[in-house]
């Protein structure tokens, strides 16, 4: 659902980068996974662009700190909204090749900056930064891991693969 970016303030709360700006499960009462526990959500509330979060037990900066750049997850129960959808924690990891089977390396990030996200790809080639549009995404198979694209014209250097 987000990364833990770092305390705020003395009481425990903490800055988190949510990957859905609305984030719909960082809601009072609900429970999220962090660094691998269970944490009941006390308060949640936006705040320039992150979410400030209260998590019952956590009530110090030091606990908050020890937080800093985890994973927050959701639950099972969250569900994707429509078959062609993936969480982030999906996509991390998956090797991603041309229709033309020119592999260009692994997702290692997945930034959502406005219109559409943008893919982060490390391989052999270096980095290329993948539009997830339509026109570009042609398939993502999480059983295979593998997503299968176009690229778009000047997108790659081929002379490094």
Known sequence: MGLVLRPHGLH???RVHAFNP???HMQAG???WIGGIGWRIAEARPDRGAWLLTLQGVERRDDAE???DSLVEAPDEAVRRAE???FVHELLGLEVVTEAGLELGNIVEVMQPGANDVYVVVGKGGE???PA???VVRSIDLAARRVVITPLVGM???TRY
């Open 30 to 32: 609900g429970r999220v």
């Open 133 to 135: 549009t339509e026109e």
């Open 22 to 24: 609305d984030a719909p």
């Open 84 to 86: 062609d959808e993936f």
């Open 12 to 14: 425990g709360e903490l």
């Open 66 to 68: 020890a937080l800093r």
């Open 128 to 130: 290329v930064l993948v």
């Open 156 to 158: 790659l250097d081929e």
